[in-house]
């Protein structure tokens, strides 16, 4: 996901796709612990969206005060 989608996406949808996120994280983990999983660099992927989501919210945070 591109930083200008997250942008254009309200505060309320942001945290929905990043919780989303989070338990994909959380199960592509635990399948690499267990060697079953098929697309590794999908992780990384991951770890960047959530990354740009929290961003994102961190600037509006921001720019609202």
């Known amino acids: 996901m591109k930083a200008y989608e ?3 996406l309200s505060d ?3 945290r929905q796709k990043l919780e989303e996120a989070g338990e ?3 199960n ?6 267990i060697g079953q999983v ?3 660099n999908r ?7 959530v990354a740009r989501m929290k961003t994102v919210l961190r600037e509006r ?3 609202s005060e």
């Open 61 to 63: 945070e921001l720019a």
């Open 43 to 49: 992780i990384t992927a991951l770890k960047r969206d």
């Open 6 to 8: 997250i942008r254009n």
């Open 12 to 14: 309320l949808d942001i």
């Open 28 to 33: 592509l983990r635990f399948q690499l612990a």
């Open 38 to 40: 098929k697309d590794s």
């Open 24 to 26: 994909e994280l959380f």
